[in-house]
């Protein structure tokens, strides 16, 4: 009896224990509010906050789930002020706090934002000059700049009238973030940016999650922004040199035009990266020496987030664990993904800290051949063990970004914590540093540290500059902005400036030099130096950028034209010569062009000469052959195609100076004057097929079916037709067979599959092939990659001699562009080998002894 | 009698030898999975349908492992084969925003295995969260 209720007892203390065990969700959900109370503690320190004299109330403003919640706030003894939709000001008894702060319908609180009577201006203006240009009344006029972050105080009275889209990418679409910490970034970044640029035109996109992000990047782009200013990152996401989809879509929005602008991020002490390295062979990395386990601090209430990944992308068969040990290396949590080829190379581990104590990171080897090289950051906590180069983030490595990091506004020295270069590919990162540690009105006087501060004061630049010079493509704003800079650090770009600190006056000062472009047009005769005594008579369009506004000017050389420094120009010869002809320009330094219009980057003085040949008098003697031809456009020289398109063409040339005309079926060829005129025209297209274009030899094509060339050499003249598609009422598809379907492999051995794409109602788009659940360690290849049915591609299956020999299942998924998907299976078998287990030749041994003997009784009983 | 030993016993020894290739054949079948079963779900999504197929509590998995998890629907990145792909239909999915061939969606967490079984469908996971640049100093 005693026993039983002994037990009973022990069985309900530890129920009861259990039920207290403390849960990281509900500790997650009050870790916002446990900062915010810490920050909101009214003391001497924060003025904003302050306990009325009268009551020994606080006056907060509160964001509500709900407006529906106002009753729930009420029943705390709450009065109420003001209301503005779910948003409340309200008096709040001293008391009444932890139990307010701690509620499930408050999404966050704050102090009731005060008018400001002078705006509070980054320290950062004038620390890189910025202050130099707005008293020449450069101020970032009309230029639109996007702003990509988690929150916005749109009200905010220091951006308010920049203001001229707000749009949340986010699911529940709030502008504000959710939080205050998101709230109040993003709008401590618009701040800096306009403080900078005080005329910029603002366009502030939040988000939460990598595919918002993406979202709000595109729309950004599509509507037309120059400039996009970014103070977050990603990790894990792919590897970190360039190639994860994050930094595609970046170097995309470059392409189109965009400056994308982003932060280093803040981790040089947060970062260890290395090659797994395992000396003593008992599974576990080794950060230093033999050290296996990598410490660090962290407080009470903070969010431990440890992040490890490995260069083993996509999807990876190296299995490393994480784990996250407390003080006495008690095991407190893990992150455990399995490795086997088909997952990423990633692991991850959310931890909230219960107290102020030191947490050890280990790394161990659970499956999988060879090491690969790690990269582990731990945010906000600073390792024992720590790398500081290649603690970019992602897309600070991206190619397409101008990637800022962390200088002391008042010292323009590095930051510590700024992360730095090279990317995983070898890159020089950051591009530029730019001034943290400045005023805000969101995170108070000389409060705003991070890269996260720095890269608006270069996004405001560049606002700057293109306000301007409103033709600056990202390319040469950034080749500016470099070049403009104070190099800091080691000689010329480095790993932790960049090319140095921001300087937005020397930077103006670039793009208000002028370069000459200086114009010639030789006979090719005459080769520089050795310069003709007089020009030719020739007209050039030149269109160029002066003063920050686009011209078109008629020109004849030789002729100089000053041009802003940094800026496009393009030249194009628009005499019609009847004694020359052009052959190419010499583009100073690039070399030979052999087109009818140069493009030039003004970034020095330049000598641009046009060269041309002497046309040679008619000469009835002298011919030239012209072989004119019909192809279908898929086949594009130097693909030949195996039948002409059955079209006519006429040719009208002279020969023997007499003008003769011939029309026929290509191939076929004439012989005509040299220095004559020749002209073709298509009479004929051949049913299936249009008319496309004419390949005018050297000269480009053009789309007329009439053609004029002049006949100065032997020419292949090429008339392009475009096959007609029949329309049809039936659906258009393919079908899929495979040869054979099973194979038998030894782990090793490369198998080869044929799929066979057939093509159903005149299916002819191209199909590109995957195949997908490989055996490990074995890879897949298809030749060719793209086909148009009816063809086939063989699939080459690359094995491993450590691919375990098993059955398996490969699936290829084959897709067109038109969105039609079929996949087929191909299977694969071990090939046999004998193998003989010594457990089952001795049972059957006796197996058969035993039945031996028992036949042997029975003969001796008969 | 010997001579009918003798002959047993050869007859014995190659019996042996044929049965202990066939049990060797056998095991070499199965002692490996093969790759029968290729997860396309994130660990942490497949513990979650794990804990939810126990009756266990989920939306608290969900909420310690930062997963979203809202009346039956979890927010997840279907990564499609290719951008041309769609999502496929009969699944329940609530499309939030798409990428190129990336779909941020809600769906059915009795779903998400099938869906994940589909040819369409490359891989599923938790969709990844920003790190502020900003720092405390």
């Known amino acids: ?862 | 009698m010997r001579k009918f030993f003798k002959y047993g016993l050869l007859i014995a020894i190659l019996s042996s030898l044929m049965i202990s290739v066939i049990i060797a054949q056998k095991s070499f079948f199965t002692s490996f999975e093969g790759n029968k079963k290729p997860e396309k779900l994130e660990n942490l999504l497949q513990k979650l349908i794990e804990v939810y197929s126990k009756g266990e509590n989920a939306e608290s998995f969900a909420e310690t492992n930062g997963i979203f998890y809202k009346e039956g629907k979890v927010r997840v990145v279907i990564e499609l084969i290719n951008e041309q792909a769609n999502i496929p239909e009969g699944y329940g999915v609530v499309i939030e925003k798409r990428y190129k061939n990336m779909v941020q969606a809600l769906v059915p967490i009795e779903n998400l295995e099938a869906l994940s079984k589909s040819p369409l469908v490359k891989f599923i996971r938790i969709p990844k969260e920003p790190i502020l640049m900003m720092k405390l100093v």
């Open chain 1, 1 to 862: 009896m005693k026993f039983k209720t002994l037990a009973l007892a022990l069985i309900l203390t530890f129920t009861i224990l259990a039920s207290f065990k403390p849960s990281l969700g509900n500790n997650e959900n009050k870790v916002g509010n446990q900062i915010d109370l810490k920050s909101f503690v009214p003391t001497t320190k924060n003025k904003n906050l302050t306990l009325s004299e009268e009551d020994g109330s606080i006056k907060l403003v509160f964001k509500l789930n709900d407006e529906s919640d106002l009753v729930r706030l009420l029943k705390n003894n709450v009065t109420v002020e003001a209301s503005y939709k779910n948003l409340i000001q309200a008096k709040v008894p001293a008391n009444a706090l932890p139990k307010i702060f701690n509620s499930s319908f408050i999404l966050f609180f704050k102090p009731p934002s005060k008018a400001i009577p002078f705006a509070i201006q980054s320290e950062g203006v004038n620390s890189i000059q910025a202050n130099l240009l707005h008293l020449q009344g450069v101020f970032g006029e009309n230029v639109k700049v996007a702003i990509i972050d988690l929150g916005f105080d749109i009200s905010n009275p220091e951006i308010q009238s920049n203001i001229v889209e707000y749009k949340s990418f986010r699911a529940d679409e709030d502008i504000t973030g959710g939080s205050l910490e998101n709230l109040r970034h993003g709008t401590a970044c618009a701040e800096i940016l306009i403080d900078v640029a005080p005329k910029a035109k603002l366009y502030l996109f939040n988000f939460e999650t990598d595919i918002e992000f993406l979202a709000a990047l595109d729309y950004a782009v599509n509507i037309g922004v120059k400039v996009i200013s970014c103070s977050i990152g990603f990790v894990n996401v792919g590897p970190y040199d360039g190639t994860s989809y994050i930094d595609e879509a970046v170097d995309e929005a470059r392409a189109k035009g965009v400056l994308f602008v982003v932060a280093a991020g803040n981790e040089a002490l947060e970062h260890w990266s290395g090659n797994f390295k395992d000396e003593d062979g008992d599974g576990f990395h080794e950060f230093y020496l033999k050290d296996e386990t990598n410490e660090f601090l962290a407080y009470k209430g903070s969010i431990i987030r440890v992040f490890l990944s490995w260069n083993d992308w996509p999807y990876s068969n190296i299995d490393y664990d994480l784990y996250l040990l407390d003080e006495s290396s008690n095991l407190i949590a893990y992150s455990n993904n399995p490795q086997t080829g088909f997952q990423p190379p990633i692991e991850e581990i959310l931890f909230v800290s219960p107290k102020t104590s030191v947490y050890r990171i280990v790394i161990e080897k659970t499956g999988g051949e060879g090491n690969a090289k790690l990269h582990l950051f731990n945010f906000d906590f600073n390792l024992e063990h720590y790398v500081e180069s290649e603690s970019l983030t992602c897309p600070a490595e991206a190619k397409g970004s101008l990637t800022v990091g962390a200088v002391f506004f008042a010292t323009k020295d590095i930051e510590s914590f700024s992360s730095r270069g090279p990317t995983d590919d070898g890159r020089i990162k950051p591009d530029l540093t730019g001034p943290d540690g400045v005023s805000t009105s969101s995170y108070g006087l000389s409060n705003f540290f991070g890269t996260s501060a720095s890269a608006p004061h270069v996004a405001g630049v560049a606002t700057l500059l293109l306000s301007v010079n409103p033709n600056l493509a990202p390319d040469q704003i950034q080749s500016i902005l470099e070049k403009g800079a104070i190099d800091k650090g080691a000689l010329g770009k480095d790993n932790i400036y960049g090319s140095g600190v921001i300087d937005a006056f020397k930077a103006y000062n670039l793009i208000k030099e002028k370069r000459t472009l200086e114009i010639h047009a030789h006979s090719i005769g005459f080769q520089y130096p050795n310069e003709p005594s007089e020009e030719l008579d020739v007209e050039i369009m030149v269109n160029y950028v002066s003063d920050g506004l686009t011209r078109n000017e008629i020109v004849k050389p030789i002729s100089k034209i000053l041009v802003d420094y940094g800026t496009e120009a393009s030249l194009k010869i628009i005499s019609e010569l009847t004694n020359y002809s052009l052959v190419e320009w010499d583009d100073y330094g690039i070399g030979r062009v052999k087109t009818q219009e140069l493009k030039l980057f003004m970034n020095e003085d330049k000598i641009v000469i046009a060269y041309f040949k002497l046309l040679e008098a008619f000469n009835a003697s002298k011919k030239a052959i012209l072989t004119i031809h019909a192809h279908s456009n898929d086949f594009q020289y130097p693909n030949e195609p195996p039948n002409e398109v059955k079209a006519k063409i006429l040719i009208n040339y002279f020969e023997d100076g007499l003008e003769k005309s011939v029309e026929k079926e290509p191939i076929f060829q004439v012989s005509a004057d040299y220095n004559s005129i020749a002209k073709l025209t298509v009479t004929s297209i051949p049913s299936g097929f249009s008319w496309l274009e004419w390949d005018n030899y050297r000269f480009g094509r053009t789309s007329s079916i009439n053609l004029t060339v002049f006949v100065d050499e032997e020419k292949t003249l090429i008339a392009y037709f475009k096959p007609e598609i029949e329309e049809t009422n039936m659906q258009k598809d393919f079908s899929l067979s495979i040869s054979p379907q099973t194979q038998f492999f030894f782990p090793g051995q490369t198998i080869n599959y044929t799929i066979f794409v057939s093509s159903i109602n005149g299916f002819d788009s191209e199909v590109t092939f995957n195949a997908f659940d490989l055996p490990p360690n074995s890879t897949a290849q298809f030749y060719p990659q793209l086909i148009k049915p009816n063809a086939s591609t063989t699939l080459m299956l690359r094995t491993s001699p450590v691919t375990p020999p098993a059955l398996y299942t490969i699936r290829i998924i084959a897709s067109s562009n038109d969105n039609i998907v079929k996949s087929i299976e191909a299977h694969l078998e071990p090939a046999v080998i004998p193998s003989f287990k010594p457990e089952s030749i001795i049972s059957s041994f006796i197996i058969i002894i035993i039945f031996h003997i028992i036949s042997l009784r029975r003969r001796r009983k008969l």
